[in-house]
T-cell receptor, first 114, second 113 residues
Framework: GAGVSQSPSNKVTEKGKDVELRCDPI?????LYWYRQSLGQGLEFLIY????????KSGLPSDRFSAERTGGSVSTLTIQRTQQEDSAVYLC????????????FGPGTRLTVT | DQQVKQNSPSLSVQEGRISILNCDYT??????FLWYKKYPAEGPTFLIS?????DKNEDGRFTVFLNKSAKHLSLHIVPSQPGDSAVYFC????????????FGAGTILRVKS
Protein backbone atom coordinates (compact mmCIF):
# COMPACT_ATOMS: atom_id res chain seq x y z
CA GLY A 1 0.00 0.00 0.00
CA ALA A 2 0.96 3.67 -0.22
CA GLY A 3 3.32 5.05 2.36
CA VAL A 4 3.47 8.51 3.87
CA SER A 5 3.78 11.18 1.21
CA GLN A 6 4.90 14.76 1.59
CA SER A 7 4.84 17.76 -0.68
CA PRO A 8 6.68 19.65 -1.91
CA SER A 9 9.90 17.65 -1.81
CA ASN A 10 11.93 20.85 -1.93
CA LYS A 11 10.98 24.42 -1.11
CA VAL A 12 13.13 27.52 -1.40
CA THR A 13 11.65 30.66 0.05
CA GLU A 14 12.74 34.14 0.93
CA LYS A 15 13.13 35.19 4.54
CA GLY A 16 9.87 36.62 5.84
CA LYS A 17 7.58 34.63 3.55
CA ASP A 18 5.07 32.05 4.79
CA VAL A 19 5.29 28.41 3.73
CA GLU A 20 2.93 25.44 3.91
CA LEU A 21 4.14 21.85 3.97
CA ARG A 22 1.75 18.98 3.38
CA CYS A 23 1.65 15.44 4.70
CA ASP A 24 -0.56 12.56 3.59
CA PRO A 25 -0.33 9.79 6.19
CA ILE A 26 -0.89 6.10 5.65
CA UNK A 27 -4.59 5.41 5.33
CA UNK A 28 -6.10 4.34 8.64
CA UNK A 29 -3.25 5.62 10.78
CA UNK A 30 -4.67 7.67 13.63
CA UNK A 31 -1.45 9.23 14.84
CA LEU A 32 0.53 11.80 12.89
CA TYR A 33 3.83 13.46 13.85
CA TRP A 34 5.93 16.28 12.48
CA TYR A 35 9.69 16.36 13.06
CA ARG A 36 12.48 18.43 11.61
CA GLN A 37 16.10 17.60 11.01
CA SER A 38 18.57 20.43 10.86
CA LEU A 39 21.99 19.88 9.32
CA GLY A 40 24.04 17.46 11.38
CA GLN A 41 21.32 17.04 13.98
CA GLY A 42 18.90 14.32 14.94
CA LEU A 43 15.21 14.52 14.35
CA GLU A 44 13.50 17.10 16.56
CA PHE A 45 9.86 16.55 17.53
CA LEU A 46 7.50 19.39 16.60
CA ILE A 47 3.85 18.37 16.97
CA TYR A 48 1.72 15.23 17.39
CA UNK A 49 -1.89 14.51 16.46
CA UNK A 50 -3.74 11.50 17.86
CA UNK A 51 -7.26 10.90 16.62
CA UNK A 52 -9.62 13.66 17.65
CA UNK A 53 -7.60 14.67 20.71
CA UNK A 54 -6.07 18.11 21.03
CA UNK A 55 -2.64 18.08 19.38
CA UNK A 56 0.54 17.99 21.44
CA LYS A 57 2.30 21.16 20.35
CA SER A 58 5.06 21.00 22.92
CA GLY A 59 7.84 20.79 20.33
CA LEU A 60 6.92 23.80 18.22
CA PRO A 61 9.90 26.20 18.45
CA SER A 62 7.92 29.43 18.19
CA ASP A 63 4.45 30.81 17.56
CA ARG A 64 5.39 31.21 13.90
CA PHE A 65 4.85 27.47 13.58
CA SER A 66 1.41 25.91 13.44
CA ALA A 67 -0.14 22.74 12.12
CA GLU A 68 -3.55 21.35 11.49
CA ARG A 69 -4.94 18.01 10.56
CA THR A 70 -8.18 18.01 8.58
CA GLY A 71 -10.63 15.14 8.78
CA GLY A 72 -8.19 13.04 10.74
CA SER A 73 -6.03 12.55 7.64
CA VAL A 74 -4.01 15.16 5.74
CA SER A 75 -1.89 17.55 7.78
CA THR A 76 -0.41 20.92 6.93
CA LEU A 77 2.52 22.50 8.75
CA THR A 78 2.65 26.27 8.33
CA ILE A 79 5.64 28.44 9.08
CA GLN A 80 4.96 32.16 9.07
CA ARG A 81 7.57 34.84 8.49
CA THR A 82 10.26 32.28 7.79
CA GLN A 83 13.76 32.79 9.17
CA GLN A 84 17.04 31.32 7.97
CA GLU A 85 17.22 29.09 11.05
CA ASP A 86 14.01 27.42 9.87
CA SER A 87 16.00 25.80 7.05
CA ALA A 88 15.82 22.05 7.64
CA VAL A 89 14.24 18.85 6.40
CA TYR A 90 10.70 18.58 7.72
CA LEU A 91 9.58 14.99 8.19
CA CYS A 92 6.10 13.68 8.74
CA UNK A 93 5.37 10.28 10.24
CA UNK A 94 2.23 8.31 10.96
CA UNK A 95 1.46 5.31 13.10
CA UNK A 96 -1.56 3.12 13.79
CA UNK A 97 -1.89 4.71 17.21
CA UNK A 98 -2.42 2.80 20.40
CA UNK A 99 0.63 1.49 22.22
CA UNK A 100 2.80 1.15 19.12
CA UNK A 101 5.87 3.34 19.02
CA UNK A 102 6.78 2.42 15.47
CA UNK A 103 6.34 5.33 13.15
CA UNK A 104 6.41 5.36 9.38
CA PHE A 105 8.13 8.34 7.85
CA GLY A 106 7.61 10.23 4.64
CA PRO A 107 10.54 11.35 2.47
CA GLY A 108 10.52 14.83 3.95
CA THR A 109 10.39 18.38 2.62
CA ARG A 110 13.71 20.17 2.38
CA LEU A 111 13.09 23.81 3.23
CA THR A 112 15.70 26.43 2.40
CA VAL A 113 15.16 29.99 3.57
CA THR A 114 17.35 32.49 1.74
CA ASP B 1 20.02 18.76 26.91
CA GLN B 2 20.47 15.77 24.64
CA GLN B 3 18.54 12.90 26.13
CA VAL B 4 19.69 10.45 23.46
CA LYS B 5 23.29 10.53 22.35
CA GLN B 6 25.10 8.81 19.54
CA ASN B 7 28.68 9.77 20.16
CA SER B 8 30.15 8.30 17.00
CA PRO B 9 29.29 10.45 13.98
CA SER B 10 30.56 7.78 11.60
CA LEU B 11 31.72 4.18 11.40
CA SER B 12 33.50 2.32 8.62
CA VAL B 13 33.39 -1.48 8.47
CA GLN B 14 34.57 -4.11 6.02
CA GLU B 15 31.90 -6.16 4.27
CA GLY B 16 31.22 -9.38 6.17
CA ARG B 17 32.41 -8.05 9.51
CA ILE B 18 30.32 -6.91 12.44
CA SER B 19 29.04 -3.34 12.71
CA ILE B 20 28.36 -2.07 16.23
CA LEU B 21 26.47 1.18 16.63
CA ASN B 22 26.14 2.66 20.09
CA CYS B 23 23.60 4.85 21.80
CA ASP B 24 23.42 6.32 25.31
CA TYR B 25 20.45 7.91 27.01
CA THR B 26 19.96 9.99 30.12
CA UNK B 27 16.22 9.84 30.83
CA UNK B 28 15.44 6.87 33.07
CA UNK B 29 11.76 7.17 32.09
CA UNK B 30 12.46 5.78 28.61
CA UNK B 31 11.01 2.30 28.29
CA UNK B 32 11.09 1.66 24.58
CA PHE B 33 13.96 2.03 22.15
CA LEU B 34 14.09 1.89 18.38
CA TRP B 35 16.64 1.98 15.61
CA TYR B 36 15.88 3.66 12.31
CA LYS B 37 17.87 3.55 9.10
CA LYS B 38 17.96 6.44 6.66
CA TYR B 39 19.18 6.63 3.09
CA PRO B 40 19.84 10.03 1.45
CA ALA B 41 16.70 11.82 0.26
CA GLU B 42 14.46 9.27 1.97
CA GLY B 43 12.65 9.26 5.28
CA PRO B 44 13.89 7.06 8.13
CA THR B 45 12.68 3.47 8.06
CA PHE B 46 12.09 1.39 11.14
CA LEU B 47 14.67 -1.33 11.69
CA ILE B 48 14.32 -2.95 15.10
CA SER B 49 13.11 -2.10 18.58
CA UNK B 50 13.40 -3.27 22.16
CA UNK B 51 11.30 -2.85 25.25
CA UNK B 52 12.94 -2.10 28.58
CA UNK B 53 11.74 -5.42 29.96
CA UNK B 54 14.18 -7.17 27.61
CA ASP B 55 17.92 -6.96 27.21
CA LYS B 56 18.17 -8.37 23.71
CA ASN B 57 16.10 -8.51 20.55
CA GLU B 58 17.18 -10.20 17.36
CA ASP B 59 15.84 -9.96 13.82
CA GLY B 60 17.90 -11.65 11.16
CA ARG B 61 21.27 -9.92 10.86
CA PHE B 62 20.24 -7.22 13.33
CA THR B 63 20.43 -7.50 17.11
CA VAL B 64 19.78 -4.76 19.63
CA PHE B 65 21.19 -5.01 23.15
CA LEU B 66 19.93 -2.94 26.06
CA ASN B 67 21.90 -2.30 29.27
CA LYS B 68 19.51 -0.40 31.52
CA SER B 69 21.93 0.08 34.39
CA ALA B 70 24.38 1.77 32.02
CA LYS B 71 21.60 3.50 30.05
CA HIS B 72 23.20 2.15 26.91
CA LEU B 73 22.02 0.30 23.87
CA SER B 74 23.76 -1.00 20.83
CA LEU B 75 22.84 -2.29 17.39
CA HIS B 76 24.86 -5.16 15.97
CA ILE B 77 24.77 -5.96 12.26
CA VAL B 78 26.29 -9.30 11.32
CA PRO B 79 27.44 -9.80 8.63
CA SER B 80 27.60 -6.24 7.35
CA GLN B 81 26.70 -5.69 3.71
CA PRO B 82 27.36 -2.71 1.41
CA GLY B 83 23.60 -2.07 1.28
CA ASP B 84 23.68 -1.41 5.01
CA SER B 85 25.55 1.84 4.35
CA ALA B 86 23.20 4.52 5.67
CA VAL B 87 22.61 6.82 8.63
CA TYR B 88 21.39 4.97 11.71
CA PHE B 89 19.31 6.80 14.31
CA CYS B 90 18.66 5.62 17.81
CA UNK B 91 15.32 6.74 19.29
CA UNK B 92 13.60 6.38 22.63
CA UNK B 93 10.22 7.02 24.18
CA UNK B 94 7.95 6.20 27.09
CA UNK B 95 4.22 5.80 27.34
CA UNK B 96 3.54 8.96 29.31
CA UNK B 97 5.43 10.91 26.64
CA UNK B 98 2.65 10.12 24.20
CA UNK B 99 4.61 7.91 21.84
CA UNK B 100 6.75 10.82 20.68
CA UNK B 101 10.26 9.77 19.83
CA UNK B 102 13.47 11.40 21.01
CA PHE B 103 16.21 10.85 18.46
CA GLY B 104 19.96 10.81 18.60
CA ALA B 105 21.98 12.72 16.03
CA GLY B 106 22.71 9.61 13.99
CA THR B 107 25.74 7.57 12.99
CA ILE B 108 26.84 7.25 9.37
CA LEU B 109 27.74 3.64 8.62
CA ARG B 110 29.91 2.85 5.61
CA VAL B 111 30.35 -0.79 4.69
CA LYS B 112 33.27 -1.26 2.34
CA SER B 113 33.31 -4.08 -0.17
Amino acid sequence: GAGVSQSPSNKVTEKGKDVELRCDPISGHTALYWYRQSLGQGLEFLIYFQGNSAPDKSGLPSDRFSAERTGGSVSTLTIQRTQQEDSAVYLCASSPGGPSYEQYFGPGTRLTVT
Amino acid sequence: DQQVKQNSPSLSVQEGRISILNCDYTNSMFDYFLWYKKYPAEGPTFLISISSIKDKNEDGRFTVFLNKSAKHLSLHIVPSQPGDSAVYFCAASYMQYGNKLVFGAGTILRVKS
